[in-house]
């Protein structure tokens, strides 16, 4: 599968931004599908994750801030972000999780087998 995420840009602190994630292949719908993030100089983290049911996940620091979703028609990812912070600053990627798991989620940056390029989100304060 191949995973093209867009949408990133500059956007001032408290403003907001929709990321998508269009991935190729028929089974997009069955996968487990992750937004993950990279600060300059830090690790890469996970940020949220959508599962094949359409049950959510998110990190501390996003909750009720960030919203993912999935058009499983389009085969397209989504992160809505509202309510940006500088923090927030960071190459974001879009993942999907390799089978076999039985949760819906996972923070393992081993247990996701297909990886957009990452689109940079740049939030000024």
């Known amino acids: 599968v191949q995973l093209q995420a867009s949408g990133g840009g500059l956007v001032q602190a408290g403003g907001s931004l929709r990321l998508s994630c269009a991935a190729s292949?028929?089974?997009?719908?069955?996968?487990?599908m992750g937004w993950f993030r990279q600060a300059p100089g830090k690790r890469r983290e996970w940020v949220s994750g959508i599962g094949s049911s359409g049950n959510t996940y998110y990190a501390e620091d996003v909750k009720g801030r960030f919203t993912i979703s999935r058009d499983n028609i389009k085969n397209t990812l989504y992160l809505q972000m509202s309510s940006l912070r500088s923090e927030d600053t960071a190459v974001y990627f879009c993942a999907r999780r390799s089978r076999g798991y039985w949760s819906d989620y996972s923070l393992d940056l081993n247990e996701y087998d297909s990886w957009g390029q990452g689109t940079l989100v740049t939030v000024s304060s």
């Open positions: 292949g028929r089974t997009f719908s069955s996968y487990v």
